[in-house]
């Protein structure tokens, strides 16, 4: 299997070199050169597999360069009952007959992150070992809150690699800046930046772009990578869960081998959403993919109306994670939807880079509506949903599930679909234990109260046991406290490692 890239389909590289490189030299983004077929048959045949052998299932169509041996090491070293806290690494929640959620959140970072970032450090050493790599992998991660955490926990102490986290000033829970600042690693650096995640995402890809700077690092022997969902080895990770949900649902009797499902996605960056088109493409059956926005709902009016506009006022929410303007995975998408058109993906790339905006032709448009339905809430909606989930069931969701349930919701009053739906659940409620607590209560309840304080209440009113990685945080002492503004992002990465 090669890798093309969107925006230059001659370049053919090996998916080896794809995860090493994670983002192709003009800019876009590795895809692979097809989507395998997967028989019905086969899918069923995955029920009652293990989350490994599924994962080998999946994984071994994509990195057909890797040896079955190095696969398994990757899998077996990456989802471990120790680090997950269960053998299903991603259970299926049943909320009712028509509404499951799939837990994303039991890695060691308690977010959806975990999925994938637990395994990216595996492929990349692997693949730094088949194309004889010799330079130190310097991996440049722009977060919104929980790929920073997730990506340096995965990459902690890796031989052969370094990790620089970029984060909002202000812009991340309480929670997950506890995570960050508080990392411990040899090879691990943190830094807040002066503005929202667009920022610090685009200074990131302006580094990554930089040819003299990329000169200057090789020079001085190292080579930039990425963990971000740009990065093909963050992504295909996440086709997996998908299918194991569905064996999971057929497994339990929830559903027969052919049953469409619908998929919603809280969504943000268009990573997690994109993995379950994917999956869609190979031959899962899905029906309808709901796109959950909060009030940053510029994808929603995207796919509504054809017109992506990031020239908007910036909300910052409860739900951090989707706090995001630029949404990178959507040009993989619109590389598909296409025809592998990298011509009109340099185009549209363009206009998003130089005047904010861009319109799809109207192919595309037809072609992503009758796949995708959006809505958006706000944070009194968010919070709403968080309330009535709990009320009428006892179980309790993150901020960011929330939106995704409350678009659910929405979508069902509007259509009247009642097609047995996924709900992806991208984060543990204990993450964002100010903003739940609020919600099942009241914000007199969480006054005065620390991060710690807040952990035991939600512990009690949930009956859930607050995970041990965030527990522990209460005896951590901050390590990192730089901010930089959004222009100095290179200078830091500079320091770090000491090249001028």
Known sequence: MQYHSTRDKSISVSSAQAIKQGLSDE???????????????????????????RAYFVLSKFLTDFTEEDLRKC?????????????????????NDEVYFLELWHGPTCAFKDMALQILPHFLTTSMKMTNEDEEIIILVATSGDTGKAALEGFRDVNGTRIIVFYPDNGVSEIQKLQMVTQRGNNVSVAAVKGNFDDAQNGVKK???????????????????????????????????YFSAYADLIDGGEISIGDEINVVVPTGNFGNILASYYAKKMGLPIRKFICASNENNVLTDFIKTGVYNKNRRFHTTISPSMDILISSNLERFLYDLSGCDDGIV????????????????????????SMFDADCCDDKETMAAIRKTFEESGYVIDTHTAVAKCVYDKYVERTGDKTKTVI???????????????ALEDY???????????????REKSGMKVPDSLAELKDRTPIFNTVVEKDQMQNTVSDFLKVE
């Open 27 to 53: 800019g876009g983004l590795f895809v692979p050169e097809s989507f395998p077929h997967v028989s019905l048959d086969e899918i069923e045949n995955l029920a009652g597999k293990s989350y490994h052998d």
């Open 75 to 95: 899998i077996t070293s990456a989802y471990t009952k120790e680090k997950f806290g269960t053998d299903a690494i991603a259970p299926v929640y049943k909320l």
């Open 207 to 241: 580094i990554f772009t930089d040819t003299e700077y990329k000169k200057l690092l090789d020079r001085n022997g190292f080579k930039l990578s990425s963990a971000n969902s740009i990065n093909w080895g963050r992504l295909v990770p996440q086709i997996v869960y």
């Open 346 to 369: 340099k185009e549209l790339m363009n206009k998003l880079n130089t005047e904010g905006e861009y319109s799809v032709p109207e192919p595309i448009k037809e072609a992503m509506q």
């Open 424 to 438: 992806a659940s991208t984060a543990s409620p204990f993450k964002f234990n100010q903003s739940v607590l609020i």
């Open 444 to 458: 007199n309840a969480v006054a005065g109260k620390d991060e710690f304080e807040l952990l035991d209440m939600l």
